[in-house]
């Protein structure tokens, strides 16, 4: 399509693309390319009035909520208006279950949430228990 609009676009090229063309074919081609562009023109004259249709609605909300004496954000505060918008909550982490000694010698904790530790999983596969690293 590309090449298309450089062929049209282009006086020489146009005019080399359309040299088989009679006078009447290209009348016929003047009349649909005319018609296009009426076309094209109205369309964009409608969508100029509809974003000034809605300019206005929005000019028209925002007096009435000067009006009645709110701001804008009071109408963003879902939490007077009952609505189901959930906000996401931190949480506090969860405490340390297990100790641990890594192969550095650092002692460590672990929630019990999560990949286990690979010094807690060695000593589990050598024979020891996961209550042996429970905090006390």
Same mark, same amino acid.
């Given at each position: 399509?590309?090449?298309?609009?450089?062929?049209?676009?282009?006086?020489?090229?146009l005019?080399? =693309?359309?040299?088989? @063309? !009679?006078v &009447?074919? *290209?009348?016929?081609?003047?009349?649909?390319?005319?018609?296009?562009?009426?076309? /094209?023109?109205?369309?964009?004259a409608?969508?100029?009035?509809?974003?000034?249709?809605?300019?206005?609605?929005?000019?028209?909300?925002?007096?009435a909520? =000067?009006?009645?004496? @709110? !701001?804008p &954000?009071? *109408?963003m505060?879902?939490?007077?208006?009952?609505?189901?918008?959930?906000?996401? /909550?931190?949480?506090?982490?969860?405490?340390?279950?297990?100790?641990?000694?890594?192969?550095?010698?650092?002692?460590?904790?672990?929630?019990?949430?999560?990949?286990?530790?690979?010094?807690?999983?060695?000593? *589990?596969?050598?024979?020891a228990?996961?209550?042996q690293?429970?905090?006390?």
């Amino acid at each position: 399509m590309s090449e298309f609009i450089s062929i049209l676009t282009h006086g020489r090229r146009l005019k080399a =693309a359309i040299k088989e @063309l !009679s006078v &009447e074919e *290209l009348k016929e081609v003047q009349l649909k390319l005319g018609k296009i562009i009426d076309d /094209r023109i109205q369309e964009e004259a409608e969508l100029r009035q509809q974003e000034a249709e809605r300019l206005e609605k929005i000019a028209a909300l925002k007096a009435a909520i =000067a009006d009645a004496g @709110l !701001s804008p &954000e009071d *109408l963003m505060d879902t939490s007077s208006a009952g609505t189901s918008v959930q906000t996401k /909550r931190s949480r506090s982490p969860k405490p340390a279950k297990y100790a641990y000694t890594d192969e550095h010698g650092v002692r460590k904790t672990w929630t019990g949430q999560g990949r286990m530790p690979k010094a807690i999983v060695k000593a *589990l596969a050598e024979g020891a228990s996961l209550e042996q690293f429970l905090l006390k």
